[in-house]
């Protein structure tokens, strides 16, 4: 079910969903736009107003083109590698309102910049259910005028 859709009619440094139901079973939020001035940078994502990075860890896989390159790494509350051009990602978190275990975080997102598909693991290593989302860019820039955010309340 839809719970909130946000469409940025001016560019803005971050969008939060907050009061979140506690309903669901899961959360899935869907990201399309792009964000102003860099060739590539990263959208992070923030539950509960948590800056600590210790607590995002994710493994992300990326790919792409017809060599089947692949490559592995590490992150700390990188949600999608973005550029000036347009890209997608899905969010699923798992158990969202649960107080007795870490939420479990699975991403799918494009990299424009690169022409890749990236698939992302992750959690958010706290037992508190998740009331809000914040979404922002790391590196400074604005995330664009038209950019969709649309967050589903899903019965698992």
């Not at 948590?50 to 607590?55: F, G, K, L, M």
């Not at 899905?90 to 990236?118: C, E, F, G, W």
């Not at 706290?126 to 860019?137: E, K, W």
């Amino acid at each position: 079910m839809l719970l909130n859709q946000i469409e940025l009619s001016s560019s803005a440094s971050s969008v939060t969903f907050s009061n979140i139901p506690q309903g669901y079973g899961d959360l899935v939020l869907i990201v399309s736009g792009g964000t102003s001035g860099a060739s590539t940078t990263s959208v992070e994502i923030q539950f509960n107003g948590d800056t600590s990075t210790s607590n995002y860890p994710m493994v992300c896989m990326q790919g792409g083109g017809d060599v089947g390159t692949y490559a592995s790494f590490t992150v700390s509350r990188t949600f999608m590698a973005v550029g000036s051009t347009s890209y997608t990602g899905i969010v699923h978190v798992m158990d969202y309102s649960a107080t007795d275990k870490h939420k479990t975080i699975l991403l799918r997102d494009n990299s424009p910049v690169q022409s890749d598909v990236r698939a992302t693991a992750g959690r958010w290593s706290n037992t508190a259910a998740v009331t809000s989302i914040q979404l922002y860019d790391n590196s400074g820039e604005t995330l664009d005028s038209g950019n969709v955010f649309s967050l589903y309340g899903v019965y698992a």
